[in-house]
Every structure is written in structure tokens, then in C-alpha cells.
């Protein structure tokens, strides 16, 4: 049976608030993982719309700072919730570990999810720079 998830991980200097912080902005996610989102229309501060390539979806964010988590669960196929969840921890001499796990849709190729979230991590740290 196939992995129905995929994770990865990459370190940066960068303190785990910073990293945080662009994360707890969903307006950020375009910049960071146009391939989930082209806009973000917010609701209220936990629920969003998202659109992508024309289609529309609802997204609830969770966020947990104590833990450095935060989530992005939308409706997915057959009534199923998932998203994408990533966790900031502090590394022992300082920067952080940024960890993303996401779905791997029926048919999707997963070493192509998983190019896509180094892409998405690498292009977040960037971000968190400016």
C-alpha cells in the first residue's frame, strides 16, 4: 500500500518565532505554496477561503504556539479533512526545524510531493527572511 502521507524537514538560522510567525499569516501561503494557493479571503481568524486554479475551498487554521504548530486543514474527497501540518522547533544551538507533512492524493506521484514540500519549505525560509 502506498504512503497516503508525505513529511520532510529542513533546518535554518532563522529562530523558530520568525518561521512561526510568516506561518500563523495565512496570506502568506501564496507566497510560499502557490501550488495549494493563488488567494486567500479571510473570514473570520480561523477560516479562510482559498482559491486555486478557479476552485474555491474552505480552510481552518489551527494553531498552536506553545508546541510551534500550525495547521491547515481543508475538506478533502469522501467527507475527509486534511491538510497541511508543520511544526517549528528550536534547534539546541540556536535556529530551527521546520517539519511539513501533507497529503498524498489518490494518483499523485509521491516523490513529487515530496519535491514540492522542499520547494514550498526552502521558498518559506526565504520568506521569512525579508
Known amino acids: 500500500m502506498p504512503n497516503q502521507t508525505v513529511t520532510r524537514a529542513v533546518e535554518s538560522d532563522l529562530e523558530p518565532v520568525v518561521i512561526y510567525n510568516v506561518l500563523a499569516k495565512v496570506h502568506n501561503i501564496p507566497q510560499w505554496a502557490p501550488v495549494f494557493a493563488d488567494t486567500i479571503e479571510r473570514i473570520d481568524d480561523t477560516h479562510y477561503k482559498v482559491t486555486k486554479d478557479g476552485t474555491r475551498f474552505h480552510l481552518t487554521l489551527f494553531l498552536h504556539p506553545a508546541a510551534g504548530t500550525v495547521d491547515y486543514i481543508r475538506e478533502?474527497?469522501?467527507?475527509?479533512?486534511g491538510g497541511a501540518y508543520l511544526r517549528v522547533v528550536p534547534r539546541p544551538l540556536g535556529g530551527s526545524t521546520i517539519t511539513m507533512t501533507?497529503?498524498?492524493v489518490?494518483?499523485?506521484d509521491e516523490s513529487d510531493v515530496a519535491k514540492t514540500?522542499?520547494?514550498e519549505l526552502s521558498a518559506l525560509i526565504h520568506l521569512a527572511r525579508r
Open 106 to 108: 489518490p494518483g499523485a
Open 102 to 104: 501533507v497529503p498524498v
Open 76 to 81: 478533502m474527497a469522501e467527507n475527509r479533512r
Open 117 to 119: 514540500i522542499e520547494q
